[in-house]
């Protein structure tokens, strides 16, 4: 293991000033950052620990939503009455992700900052395309967890589970930098390799995630569903969040009013099913087949040789996952 | 309470407290004064020839002592039977990760860094990463010297990189398949498989000026290494001295010397001290997994069910060597055949060189590949015939006077009763449970194991403490073996199990005994230890006669005393003496402290009997993700009496769960001679939430060759799960999964082509 200084900022502005200098990197519960900088694959002499600035840590109403600040622990998140209650595709992704012991480690920041799960990337042999090798060499090799869509020389899937049913129930990140914070969407946050091959998100250096704001506007019902090798301690083949909301059809039925499907371990980014969630507005929810809808999903994918299944595992739980919502109204 | 019957009481660990304390030390934790760090430097490619090595710019780091390569060892090959591993790559490199240079430094960061400036320029070279291309006559040969290796168990066979071509059988072949109605033919693939033991190799040597080598390592076979490096190394074996260590897992991988050779001449280069410690990159990367198999099996068959003939094929990928085999083929490829009457048969199976990972022994070696083989091309023929599985295999299993298909002449041959056990317990004549949505289904296999052979040297003294004293140079792998070595002592001379102690000698100060594996440990090694304590015993009772005033034949001993009890002769006649003061009266005899020591060697015969392990798996099977949950599970064994039954129970379980990862999950993935699973997040193994209900049958009764007419259980759990859970999810699917792990994206495709009936 390299040498690394740890510090914990006492204040985001503390944080910031720690965050200025090169070789520092924001570090969590450190799940994901240590064993890249054990095996080489991340360069940090200096980690910068946020559980201490006052706040940060904590799960806390506000304007009728919830903001959760970046340092609060997996754990935390998927025990929330709150986020159980109002948020259930967060609570089941974060309740669901990993392990027992890293949901207590890991933090909400953390998680939607995680590195891609490619091995190409993680092997510390391979001088990969997204660290700035020469090319993508799982194109030539095994594709099979690969992504189906959104693919741009390089190929992988963005790995955070509570990203996908964060941009599901529309949520936004707040941030704190050198220039100032800023506050955007979720599905504004994550970049594919088109834009810059070698992160997948949009902050600029020295810039962090700080808190997590959960809308009082959204969708009332919501549900998050993995496909996975193993049942802990594994990253998703495919997932979906799916949220919806209803309207009064005024005959006393129900109306989809807002529908968001969205969908993990297909693209490099938290994919949303727009040609689904268009369809399903505006319908009358006793009359929407699961199934049509579902079949809608992932219209232009171009998958790789080993992993055309994940596409029918796709609208398989596209499926499910809307008839569960629906199934009870 | 102390408790003094000692065989069959479910006794826990006796190092468990050390080991969960941190107090057990093992290989990595040995530290010795003026001890450098050794690091490897490792080829990245997979076929290479070395054009130059350059190591000045690495000898300039501070804290740097040696640093070596090929051409500062003697040109001498290593090996565990075959001996065609170089320590350090010589001229040309066989598989990426393969050891080029070695440096020795003051600190780990130091070793590292001189790794990084060790210049090495290579030519490529055409690689073969596939067994069956390997042993095409156009494919290069890996090993053109092959012929001159020691340790090959025949000459060459002539087939291009095939290193050891065994067969067995009996009958003809031929004739059998003119007889037959039907013939079936179905081929599978077995994956590449870890052991993933919690402790990764490490060992720490002492290249001493006074000639000698002191070494410690996580090796479970101390005496075998002690050979392997005294051949090596070129020097005598009275030279070498392994240390007892604790060894953190072993699963069948910690029996390879590893880095050992290499730790050597970095010590006598740099004249300290050096340990080398993998971390698991490196395991994943470069150790020695289970080997990856293909398979064919042909079997002609009566209308009536009846078998007549097969002809069966294995081909094992060894990889860049076979010097991690200790007897160089598979033995258990000889299961090809299951435990069936089979008149003609014939085995062939191929260990063949390529330019992948080296491979070695795993649990049960050969056999959880070749029976997940054959026990679902049974399944496979019994479905395409219409005969029930159960029933298919019921007309052809091996019963009492048979002669197994590879010419095993057993008594007491429980095959039937176990399988039948294991039926009835998973309800096989009810009704498969429907659920909506779900595939379900349900799959048997069965496969014998007998237990294996080798040699043991025990001690067990006693001194006026009353403490027996269990002296021997073998260490516990993880199996709970020295508690159950301590239970025969502490039965044979009827004392408390707590009070029986363990002292670990090293290699120079006992004869030689094989180490823990091949379900050997409970049978030679508890022979030789029940035969010392039986003649301590004899020897306790003879110096208490007198002290007691009674003849020999008068004296027992209970409780922790000699006793005499009342006879016909003398009937109020009671005395008893404490055991540790009759060896208080005795002379000098262990370590000058009075006492009485016994010692007893035993080397074991292939027995004639064997051990039956019959398994039924229930799965259901989501058609829409493929997800497939193993629901039950229930595993039957054929037991002899039980020494320690949670112990007993620890190694079912353990055996049936690492059996569930190489069924549905685990698996080395490679590509062009590079693992790319190289972590624990990747390389899969089993959660808790992964395991299913799990039901173990003992089927009792049977006598085993080990004391106390026991068998061991150390791999038997582990071998038909694959098969049991793969006939399940044919089941379930109705169409096969030939290849393992038998994973979602697999089911998928199999739901999927039996849909549009291809």
């Given at each position: 293991m390299p040498p690394f200084q740890y510090i914990e900022a006492e204040s985001l502005d503390d944080a910031v000033g720690l965050l200025a200098e090169s070789g520092a990197a924001v570090v969590g519960g450190g799940t994901d950052l240590l064993p890249q900088v054990r095996d080489g694959i991340v360069a940090a002499e200096r980690l910068v620990g946020l559980g201490a600035v006052p706040g940060l840590a904590e799960i806390s109403e506000s304007g009728g939503g919830l903001v959760i600040g970046a340092a609060a622990t997996i754990a935390d998140v998927a025990g929330h009455s709150g986020v159980r209650r109002r948020y259930a595709a967060l609570g089941e992704a974060a309740g669901g992700l990993a392990t027992p012991q890293i949901r207590n480690a890991g933090t909400i920041g953390g998680n939607l900052n995680q590195r891609p799960r490619c091995w190409y990337y993680r092997s510390p042999l391979i001088p990969c395309l997204k660290k700035g090798g020469d090319r993508c060499y799982a194109l030539a090799g095994n594709t099979r967890l690969l992504c189906v869509t959104g693919g741009d020389r390089c190929y992988i899937v963005h790995p955070s589970d509570t990203a996908v049913a964060l941009s599901a129930l529309d949520a936004r990140l707040e941030t704190a930098g050198r220039g100032g914070g800023r506050e955007l969407a979720v599905g504004d946050f994550f970049a594919g390799p088109g834009r810059d091959l070698q992160r997948e998100n949009v902050l600029e250096p020295g810039e962090l995630v700080v808190r997590v704001i959960l809308p009082a506007d959204a969708p009332e019902r919501s549900v998050y569903l993995k496909v996975r090798e193993r049942e802990s301690g594994d990253f998703a083949l495919v997932s979906v969040a799916a949220a919806l909301s209803f309207d009064d059809s005024g005959d006393g039925g129900a109306v989809i009013g807002q529908a968001r499907v969205v969908l993990g371990g297909v693209a490099p980014v938290p994919y949303r099913a727009v040609e689904v969630e268009e369809w399903l507005v505006g319908r009358l929810a006793s009359g929407v087949d699961p199934a049509e809808a579902a079949a809608l999903v992932l219209p232009n994918a171009t998958p790789l040789p080993q992993n055309g299944y994940k596409i029918p595992m796709a609208r398989n739980i596209v499926k499910r996952a809307l008839a569960s919502l629906l199934g009870n109204e | 309470m102390a408790i003094y019957s000692a065989i069959g009481s479910s006794i826990t660990r006796g190092e468990g407290p050390d080991k969960v304390t941190g107090k057990s030390l093992y290989a990595a934790d040995i530290t010795l004064p003026?001890?450098?760090?050794?690091?490897?430097?490792?080829?990245?490619?997979?076929?290479?020839?070395?054009?130059?090595?350059?190591?000045?710019?690495?000898?300039?780091?501070?804290?740097?002592?040696?640093?070596?390569?090929?051409?500062?060892?003697?040109?001498?090959?290593?090996?565990?039977?075959?001996?065609?591993?170089?320590?350090?790559?010589?001229?040309?490199?066989?598989?990426?990760?393969?050891?080029?240079?070695?440096?020795?430094?003051?600190?780990?960061?130091?070793?590292?860094?001189?790794?990084?400036?060790?210049?090495?320029?290579?030519?490529?070279?055409?690689?073969?990463?596939?067994?069956?291309?390997?042993?095409?006559?156009?494919?290069?040969?890996?090993?053109?010297a092959m012929s001159s290796y020691e340790g090959l168990p025949q000459p060459p066979s002539g087939i291009n990189n095939v290193f050891a071509?065994?067969?067995?059988?009996?009958?003809?072949?031929?004739?059998?398949?003119?007889?037959?109605?039907?013939?079936?033919?179905?081929?599978?693939?077995?994956?590449?498989?870890?052991?993933?033991?919690?402790?990764?190799?490490?060992?720490?040597?002492?290249?001493?000026?006074?000639?000698?080598?002191?070494?410690?390592?996580?090796?479970?076979?101390?005496?075998?290494?002690?050979?392997?490096?005294?051949?090596?190394?070129?020097?005598?074996?009275?030279?070498?001295?392994?240390?007892?260590?604790?060894?953190?897992?072993?699963?069948?991988?910690?029996?390879?010397?590893?880095?050992?050779?290499?730790?050597?001449?970095?010590?006598?280069?740099?004249?300290?001290?050096?340990?080398?410690?993998?971390?698991?990159?490196?395991?994943?990367?470069?150790?020695?997994?289970?080997?990856?198999?293909?398979?064919?099996?042909k079997s002609g068959v009566k209308r009536d069910g009846a078998l007549v003939a097969r002809q069966a094929r294995v081909v094992f990928d060894s990889g860049a060597y076979g010097a991690f085999k200790p007897t160089v083929y598979l033995r258990g490829a000889d299961h090809l055949c299951g435990v069936y009457r089979i008149p003609h048969a014939r085995i062939d199976s191929y260990m063949v060189y390529t330019n992948n990972v080296p491979k070695g022994h795993m649990r049960s070696p050969a056999k959880p590949q070749v029976v997940f083989a054959v026990e679902s091309h049974t399944d496979l023929i019994a479905r395409e015939m219409g005969l029930d599985p159960y029933e298919f295999r019921r007309i052809n299993l091996l019963r009492d006077g048979d002669s197994s298909p590879v010419g095993h002449q057993w008594r007491e041959i429980r095959a039937d009763e176990t399988l039948r056990r294991a039926a009835q317990s998973a309800g096989w004549d009810t009704p498969k449970p429907a659920k909506p949505g779900t595939l379900t289904g349900r799959g048997l296999a069965i496969t014998d194991l007998s237990q294996g052979v080798g040699r043991f040297a025990a001690r067990v003294s006693i001194g006026a403490s009353g403490r027996p004293k269990l002296h021997m140079a073998f260490w516990d792998t993880g199996t709970g073996?020295?508690?159950?070595?301590?239970?025969?002592?502490?039965?044979?001379?009827?004392?408390?199990?707590?009070?029986?102690?363990?002292?670990?000698?090293?290699?120079?100060?006992?004869?030689?005994?094989?180490?823990?594996?091949?379900?050997?440990?409970?049978?030679?090694?508890?022979?030789?230890?029940?035969?010392?304590?039986?003649?301590?015993?004899?020897?306790?009772?003879?110096?208490?006669?007198?002290?007691?005033?009674?003849?020999?034949?008068?004296?027992?001993?209970?409780?922790?005393?000699?006793?005499?009890?009342?006879?016909?002769?003398?009937?109020?006649?009671?005395?008893?003496?404490?055991?540790?003061?009759?060896?208080?009266?005795?002379?000098?005899?262990?370590?000058?402290?009075?006492?009485?020591?016994?010692?007893?060697?035993?080397?074991?015969?292939?027995?004639?009997?064997?051990?039956?392990?019959?398994?039924?798996?229930?799965?259901?099977?989501?058609p829409e993700t493929g997800a497939i949950t193993v629901t039950r599970f229930v595993t039957a064994h054929d037991v002899g009496a039980i020494l320690n039954p949670l112990l007993h129970q620890g190694q079912v379980e353990g055996g049936v769960i690492q059996g569930l990862g190489y069924a549905l999950m685990e698996e080395l993935q490679t590509e062009d001679g590079h693992i790319s699973t190289l972590s624990f997040g990747d390389y899969k193994i089993p959660t808790s939430a992964d395991i299913p209900p799990l039901t173990t049958v003992l089927v009792e009764g049977a006598s085993g060759p080990a004391p106390y007419r026991s068998k061991g259980i150390g791999e038997s759990a582990n071998i038909p799960v694959a098969a049991a859970i793969a006939n399940a999810v044919t089941d379930a699917i109705g169409a096969p999964i030939t290849n393992l792990p038998l994973t979602a994206e697999k089911a998928m495709t199999a739901i999927k082509n039996r849909e549009s009936g291809n």
């Open positions: - | 003026g001890m450098l760090w050794g690091k490897a430097l490792r080829s990245p490619f997979p076929h290479a020839r070395i054009v130059s090595l350059d190591t000045s710019r690495a000898r300039a780091v501070p804290g740097v002592r040696a640093v070596i390569t090929a051409a500062d060892l003697p040109d001498s090959l290593v090996g565990r039977r075959l001996r065609d591993m170089p320590v350090l790559a010589r001229g040309v490199v066989r598989f990426a990760g393969e050891k080029v240079a070695a440096v020795a430094a003051d600190d780990p960061a130091a070793a590292e860094e001189a790794l990084l400036l060790i210049d090495v320029e290579y030519e490529e070279l055409p690689p073969i990463f596939d067994a069956a291309a390997a042993m095409s006559p156009g494919a290069p040969a890996l090993h053109p071509h065994i067969t067995w059988g009996q009958g003809d072949v031929a004739q059998g398949f003119a007889e037959a109605d039907l013939v079936f033919e179905h081929s599978f693939n077995a994956q590449l498989m870890h052991q993933a033991y919690i402790e990764p190799h490490a060992c720490l040597v002492s290249a001493e000026p006074s000639g000698k080598a002191q070494v410690w390592v996580n090796n479970k076979d101390p005496y075998a290494l002690r050979e392997q490096l005294a051949a090596v190394w070129g020097l005598p074996e009275e030279r070498i001295v392994l240390h007892p260590c604790s060894i953190g897992g072993d699963f069948g991988g910690k029996g390879s010397f590893m880095d050992a050779p290499l730790c050597y001449y970095l010590s006598l280069h740099s004249g300290r001290p050096v340990k080398m410690v993998m971390d698991y990159i490196q395991e994943l990367m470069a150790a020695n997994p289970r080997h990856p198999a293909v398979m064919t099996i073996s020295h508690t159950v070595l301590r239970q025969m002592v502490a039965q044979e001379l009827s004392v408390p199990v707590d009070e029986v102690d363990i002292e670990l000698l090293d290699t120079s100060e006992m004869p030689f005994s094989s180490g823990s594996g091949g379900t050997r440990v409970t049978y030679t090694a508890g022979q030789a230890v029940v035969g010392a304590a039986r003649e301590l015993r004899r020897q306790l009772i003879r110096a208490a006669a007198p002290l007691l005033d009674s003849p020999e034949e008068d004296v027992s001993l209970h409780s922790g005393r000699v006793v005499v009890g009342p006879s016909p002769q003398r009937p109020a006649y009671y005395r008893t003496i404490a055991i540790g003061e009759v060896a208080a009266h005795a002379p000098a005899a262990n370590h000058g402290e009075a006492g009485i020591v016994a010692e007893y060697e035993f080397a074991s015969e292939p027995p004639d009997v064997t051990s039956f392990c019959a398994q039924a798996a229930e799965v259901e099977i989501d």
